[in-house]
C-alpha cells in the first residue's frame, strides 16, 4: 500500500516537535478523512444530548456532563459505537489540557475530610482482585481525586498515574451509575425540606432585572476569545515548564496549578474571564464526558471488576453519613449541607440544578465563585 511522506509538528507526552518527517499509509489516511467525522459526530450528538437534557428535571439533577458520559456508555454497551477508537486518545490528549484552565478561572480550595475517610474505609473493604494492586490504587485514588474536585480531577490524576484508558472507563463507569443512585438518595432526603420564600422572590427579581438588560447574559466575542488564548497560553507555559524540567508526565498538574497561581494573583481579571472560559469548558466537556462514556462498558465492569461498584459505593455512603453527621453536630442548615454534597460528588451544575428545582436558596449565592479544588487534590493522591 502506498505512503503519503509528510511533515507535521507533532506532540507527545508534552513535547512539542517541529519539522518531524514521518509517512502515513493510505489505511491511516481514511481513517483521518472517513472515520474521525463520524466519530466526532457520534459523540456530537451524545453532548449536545446532554447539554439539552439540562432543561429537563432529570438532567437538571444529573448534569449535562454526567447525561452526556450516560449516554455514551449505553451507545458503546449495546454496540452503536465503538468503545475503542484512536480519535478517543486524540480527544483526550489536546482537548482536555485546554478545558482545565477554563475550569480554573475562579479557583478556590475545599474542605475534602468525608471523601478522604470514605476512600481509607472503602480501600480497605473492598479488595479488586480482578486488577493488580498497582492499578487498582492508582483508580481509587483518582476515584477521590474524582470526588474531591470533580470529573477533570480523576483524568488528570489517572493520567499522572499512566492509568490505561480502558481502566479509567471502568471507574468512570462505576462512578456515574453510583451516582445516579447518590442523587436519587439525596432528592429523597430532601423532599421534605420546604423551599425557601427568599429564593423565589430574588429569582423573580433577578428575571425583573434581566428582562431590562437582554444583552445581560450575552457572552462577548471578545471575552471568549481571550478566556481562549489565555488557556492557550497556560498550556503552553505547563508545556515549557514539564520540558525544561524533564518531567512531561507532570504536564497537566503543571498547567492546574499554573492556572490556579494566576486565578489567585489576579482574580479580578479572571473572574472577568470566567463566564466565557465556562462557557467553553461547557461544550469541550460535554463532547469529551460521551467520549469517556464510550470508552466505558457496563458489561466490562460487571465482568472485569465488580468490586469498582461496591468501591464507589462506599466511598459515597461514607462521604454523605460525614457530611449529615456533622452537620447535625454543629447544627448546619439541612438544604446548604445537601447542595454542599451535591457540589462536592456532582459538581456545581448539579448543585445549581437541584437548588433551582427545589427553589433553595437565592440565585445570587448559588452563582458565587465555586471552588475548583484540583491542585490540592493531585498532590494528596
Same mark, same amino acid.
Given at each position: 500500500?502506498?505512503h =503519503?511522506?509528510?511533515?507535521?509538528?507533532?506532540?507527545?507526552?508534552g513535547?512539542?516537535?517541529?519539522?518531524?518527517?514521518?509517512s502515513?499509509?493510505?489505511?491511516e !489516511?481514511?481513517f483521518?478523512l472517513v472515520?474521525?467525522?463520524?466519530?466526532i459526530?457520534c459523540?456530537g450528538?451524545?453532548?449536545k444530548?446532554?447539554?439539552w437534557?439540562?432543561?429537563?428535571?432529570?438532567g437538571?439533577?444529573l448534569?449535562?456532563?454526567?447525561?452526556?458520559?450516560? +449516554?455514551? @456508555?449505553a451507545?458503546? !454497551?449495546v454496540?452503536?459505537?465503538s468503545?475503542e477508537?484512536?480519535?478517543y486518545?486524540?480527544l483526550? *490528549?489536546f482537548?482536555f489540557p485546554?478545558?482545565i484552565?477554563?475550569?480554573?478561572?475562579?479557583?478556590?480550595?475545599?474542605?475534602?475530610?468525608?471523601?478522604?475517610v470514605?476512600?481509607?474505609?472503602?480501600y480497605?473493604? %473492598?479488595?479488586?482482585?480482578g486488577? !493488580?494492586q498497582d492499578? !487498582?490504587?492508582?483508580?481509587?485514588?483518582?476515584?477521590?481525586?474524582g470526588q474531591?474536585?470533580?470529573?477533570v /480531577?480523576?483524568?488528570?490524576t489517572?493520567?499522572? +498515574?499512566?492509568?490505561?484508558l480502558?481502566?479509567?472507563? @471502568?471507574?468512570l463507569?462505576?462512578? /456515574? %451509575?453510583?451516582?445516579a443512585?447518590y442523587f436519587?438518595? +439525596?432528592?429523597?432526603?430532601?423532599?421534605?425540606?420546604?423551599p425557601d420564600?427568599e429564593s423565589?422572590t430574588?429569582t423573580?427579581g433577578?428575571?425583573?432585572e434581566g428582562?431590562s438588560?437582554?444583552?445581560?447574559d450575552k457572552?462577548s466575542?471578545l471575552?471568549?476569545?481571550?478566556?481562549?488564548v489565555v488557556s &492557550?497560553?497556560?498550556?503552553?507555559?505547563?508545556?515549557?515548564?514539564?520540558? &525544561? =524540567?524533564h518531567?512531561?508526565?507532570?504536564? =497537566?498538574?503543571?498547567?492546574? %496549578?499554573t492556572?490556579?497561581?494566576?486565578a489567585?494573583a489576579f482574580p479580578t481579571q479572571f473572574n472577568?474571564?470566567?463566564?466565557s472560559? *465556562?462557557?467553553l469548558? %461547557?461544550?469541550?466537556?460535554q463532547?469529551?464526558?460521551?467520549?469517556?462514556?464510550?470508552?466505558? /462498558?457496563?458489561?466490562k465492569?460487571? /465482568?472485569?471488576?465488580?468490586?469498582?461498584?461496591? &468501591?464507589?459505593l462506599v466511598?459515597?455512603?461514607?462521604?454523605?453519613?460525614?457530611?449529615?453527621?456533622?452537620?447535625?453536630?454543629f447544627?448546619f442548615?439541612q438544604k446548604?449541607? @445537601?447542595?454542599a454534597?451535591?457540589?462536592?460528588?456532582?459538581?456545581h451544575?448539579t448543585?445549581?440544578?437541584?437548588a433551582?428545582a427545589?427553589?433553595?436558596?437565592?440565585?445570587s449565592l +448559588?452563582?458565587s465563585?465555586h471552588p475548583?479544588? @484540583?491542585s490540592?487534590?493531585?498532590?494528596?493522591?
Amino acid at each position: 500500500m502506498g505512503h =503519503l511522506d509528510c511533515s507535521f509538528r507533532l506532540r507527545r507526552s508534552g513535547y512539542l516537535v517541529s519539522g518531524v518527517p514521518f509517512s502515513i499509509s493510505l489505511e491511516e !489516511s481514511v481513517f483521518v478523512l472517513v472515520f474521525w467525522p463520524l466519530a466526532i459526530s457520534c459523540l456530537g450528538k451524545s453532548s449536545k444530548a446532554g447539554l439539552w437534557s439540562e432543561g429537563t428535571k432529570i438532567g437538571s439533577v444529573l448534569g449535562g456532563a454526567s447525561v452526556s458520559t450516560l +449516554l455514551g @456508555l449505553a451507545a458503546s !454497551s449495546v454496540g452503536i459505537i465503538s468503545c475503542e477508537s484512536p480519535a478517543y486518545s486524540i480527544l483526550l *490528549e489536546f482537548l482536555f489540557p485546554l478545558t482545565i484552565p477554563l475550569l480554573l478561572f475562579r479557583a478556590d480550595f475545599r474542605r475534602v475530610i468525608g471523601t478522604i475517610v470514605g476512600t481509607v474505609l472503602a480501600y480497605r473493604m %473492598v479488595p479488586m482482585q480482578g486488577l !493488580s494492586q498497582d492499578i !487498582s490504587s492508582s483508580i481509587l485514588a483518582a476515584l477521590a481525586a474524582g470526588q474531591m474536585g470533580g470529573a477533570v /480531577n480523576y483524568f488528570v490524576t489517572m493520567d499522572v +498515574l499512566h492509568v490505561p484508558l480502558s481502566v479509567l472507563a @471502568l471507574g468512570l463507569a462505576a462512578r /456515574n %451509575v453510583i451516582g445516579a443512585v447518590y442523587f436519587a438518595s +439525596l432528592f429523597a432526603l430532601a423532599s421534605k425540606l420546604p423551599p425557601d420564600h427568599e429564593s423565589s422572590t430574588s429569582t423573580n427579581g433577578a428575571a425583573v432585572e434581566g428582562g431590562s438588560d437582554e444583552s445581560g447574559d450575552k457572552l462577548s466575542v471578545l471575552q471568549t476569545a481571550t478566556a481562549l488564548v489565555v488557556s &492557550f497560553a497556560i498550556c503552553k507555559a505547563g508545556s515549557y515548564i514539564t520540558e &525544561f =524540567l524533564h518531567i512531561p508526565a507532570l504536564i =497537566l498538574p503543571t498547567i492546574t %496549578v499554573t492556572a490556579v497561581i494566576l486565578a489567585t494573583a489576579f482574580p479580578t481579571q479572571f473572574n472577568h474571564l470566567a463566564p466565557s472560559g *465556562e462557557a467553553l469548558a %461547557v461544550i469541550l466537556m460535554q463532547v469529551f464526558s460521551a467520549m469517556v462514556g464510550a470508552r466505558g /462498558n457496563i458489561w466490562k465492569v460487571i /465482568n472485569t471488576e465488580p468490586g469498582i461498584l461496591m &468501591f464507589v459505593l462506599v466511598q459515597i455512603a461514607c462521604h454523605l453519613a460525614v457530611i449529615l453527621g456533622l452537620g447535625k453536630l454543629f447544627r448546619f442548615d439541612q438544604k446548604l449541607l @445537601l447542595i454542599a454534597s451535591n457540589a462536592n460528588v456532582g459538581g456545581h451544575t448539579t448543585a445549581y440544578g437541584m437548588a433551582a428545582a427545589k427553589e433553595w436558596i437565592p440565585t445570587s449565592l +448559588l452563582l458565587s465563585p465555586h471552588p475548583r479544588c @484540583l491542585s490540592l487534590t493531585s498532590a494528596e493522591t
